[in-house]
């Protein structure tokens, strides 16, 4: 399969915590994104990368949130001290280094504070 | 700031009809539009991506329509069937930055 993968799909955590979520883009694909979608909406963007460099950063991501990626290939997404309110999908999506290319989303992961 | 509004947000129609989905966005400058489709629980298969410098562009039963100047994009799905049941997506992408719609959940019933 050479689409974009996430890991894990789901992850169930406490309160305070802290978790980290990976995302494997397509390997050609320059560009990756994050999105957060909670339940009923659509997704909002949260960062953008050109290659390794973090080039966007939404107002959402709050300064729990980090994310980094080290050689330009894979992604992680950090959230430390985690609340219940960053329970929703967690998707990642990649395209071609172009303005405007066509993005293409992984399986997203399923994040659940209690 | 880019708004992305969908009309309407559920659609229950029987297989076989015709169908259009809207799109409204309210910054005219978008480098493209795109629509997707959302089954429960899973992410995001794309179906269709317009250029800004496109009016349409079509793939099998789908065909989407762009028109900047009014700011609407509108997805036709002809024949419908019992597995076009989804949540359908629109996007616009300005400046490294896609915004969404809050979708359209369709069901068609057989």
């Known amino acids: 399969d050479t689409g974009v993968s996430q890991d894990p799909r789901h992850k169930i955590t406490k309160r305070g915590q802290n978790v980290t979520f990976r995302c494997d883009p397509i390997?050609?694909?320059?560009?990756l994104y994050w999105y957060r979608q909670t339940l009923g909406q659509g997704p909002e963007f949260l960062t953008y990368f050109q290659n390794e460099a973090q080039l966007e950063k939404s107002r959402l991501l709050s300064d729990r949130f980090s994310a980094e990626r080290p050689k330009g290939s894979f992604s992680t997404l950090e959230i430390q001290r985690t609340e219940q309110g960053d329970s929703a999908m967690y998707l990642c999506?990649?395209?071609?280094?172009?303005?405007?290319?066509?993005?293409?989303f992984g399986p997203g992961t399923r994040l659940t504070v209690l | 700031k880019q708004e992305v509004t969908q009309i309407p947000a559920a659609l229950s129609v029987p297989e076989g009809e015709n169908l259009v989905l809207n799109c409204s966005f309210t910054d005219s400058a978008i480098y493209n539009l795109q629509w997707f489709r959302q089954d429960p629980g899973k992410g995001l298969t794309s179906l269709l991506l317009?250029?800004?410098?496109?009016r349409e562009q079509t793939s099998g039963r789908l065909n989407a329509s762009l028109d900047k100047s009014s700011g609407r994009s509108t997805l036709y799905i002809a024949a419908s069937q019992p597995g076009d049941s989804a949540t359908y997506l629109c996007a616009g992408y300005n400046n490294n930055d896609m915004r969404f719609g809050a979708g359209t959940r369709l069901t068609v019933k057989p």
């Open positions: 390997s050609e694909h320059n560009r």
């Open positions: 317009i250029q800004s410098s496109q």
């Open positions: 999506a990649s395209s071609l280094d172009l303005a405007g290319g066509e993005q293409f």
